[in-house]
């Protein structure tokens, strides 16, 4: 096996100090044209590339941020994934993703701690609130973002949607329509979000003066199939909604897809409403009506306050709480007259 190139190498083939080569492969510093010509031929001759480890460890910035993201599954996370990239490079940043159900599972602080010193940065995105990595982030102080986390405060900045004030938005809407029996798809515990959304559900019953049926409340998981397996149990009660809210656009699928089985329609029979928009809401049958997060403007400021915070800004408590947006499709409706 052939050994690693040394910068001192490239510096000897190319003519100049080891000092000057560094500069040119760093891009720091004055350099003149032709002798940086000459250092990076000698550079890939030699297949040489830097240590960026140790460049780290010299106070250099490596130019990346580690995306560390919750159980990889779900399309909203593909879409903030894909928005938080593009805005990440048009600062002049990569991303570097990291994937896992828990960041404190066995085997995966050694992974944090290397990913966390080689990074400038870390975005910690729909993280879930029992997990110890949270604690180990906050207390080094490390430059990080949370975002769509609603599980506790925490001493570090987030980016999140108004899930409370969204989620009463949508029930106020089905109620709009003379809906009485409302019920809700309930997500996971883990980011918060689920249980924020259930609150605000919980609080338009309130204000109408509905009492919350405790058997209209069933959990989902925030998958599609989830989705489908509470509609099914939501329609095989003695006396069925005439509408759902579901906690995610996944569900609402889910759930429309369980009404249609059953020879119902949508919204004739039920309404359903969903939570997100992702793409594929307006491609659905019917068209689903739901709750629109501004994921681009949301991935912009995580973007933002990282990159801040990178270039020595106060790590401090902040959150950012993005307000939400009814979008109106064809999957509500008028509650049906019942005898």
Do not use: W
Request: glycine content about 10%; hydrophobic content about 45%; overall charge neutral.
């Amino acid at each position: 096996m052939r050994k690693a190139s040394k910068l001192s190498e490239v510096a000897e083939i190319a003519g100049v100090s080891p000092i000057t080569a560094s500069r040119a492969i760093r891009g720091v510093g004055y350099v003149s044209e032709a002798a940086r010509a000459r250092i990076m031929a000698a550079a890939a001759q030699l297949n040489y590339t830097p240590d960026m480890l140790a460049r780290r460890m010299r106070g250099d910035k490596s130019k990346l941020i580690g995306l560390f993201v919750n159980n990889y599954g779900s399309l909203v996370l593909h879409e903030i994934t894909k928005l938080i990239s593009a805005e990440a490079r048009a600062r002049g940043y990569d991303i570097l993703l990291f994937n896992a159900e828990r960041f404190d599972g066995p085997g995966r602080a050694a992974t944090c701690d290397m990913l966390s010193k080689l990074c400038d940065g870390l975005m910690l995105l729909m993280p879930n609130g029992e997990d110890g990595y949270l604690d180990v982030v906050e207390k080094q102080h490390l430059p990080c973002v949370f975002i769509n986390f609603d599980a506790r405060t925490m001493k570090l900045p987030i980016v999140a949607v108004e899930n409370r004030i969204g989620a009463r938005t949508a029930v106020e809407h089905l109620l709009s329509l003379g809906h009485r029996r409302i019920a809700f798809i309930a997500g996971t515990n883990g980011t918060g979000q689920s249980a924020e959304r259930q609150a605000g559900y919980l609080e338009a019953l309130h204000a109408a003066g509905i009492a919350p049926d405790p058997a209209l409340i069933v959990v989902g998981s925030f998958i599609q199939t989830g989705g489908y397996a509470a509609a099914e149990r939501l329609l095989a009660l003695p006396e069925p909604p005439t509408a759902i809210f579901a906690a995610n656009d996944d569900m609402a699928f889910g759930a429309i897809d369980a009404i249609h089985s059953k020879g119902m329609h949508v919204p004739e029979h039920l309404s359903v409403i969903g939570f997100d928009d992702i793409p594929t809401s307006s491609y659905v049958f019917p068209p689903l009506s739901t709750m629109r997060q501004p994921l681009a403007e949301m991935s912009a400021c995580a973007v933002a306050e990282l990159v801040s915070l990178i270039g020595g800004g106060e790590i401090q408590a902040k959150k950012i709480a993005f307000p939400m947006e009814l979008v109106l499709r064809g999957s509500t409706g008028p509650a049906p007259q019942r005898g």
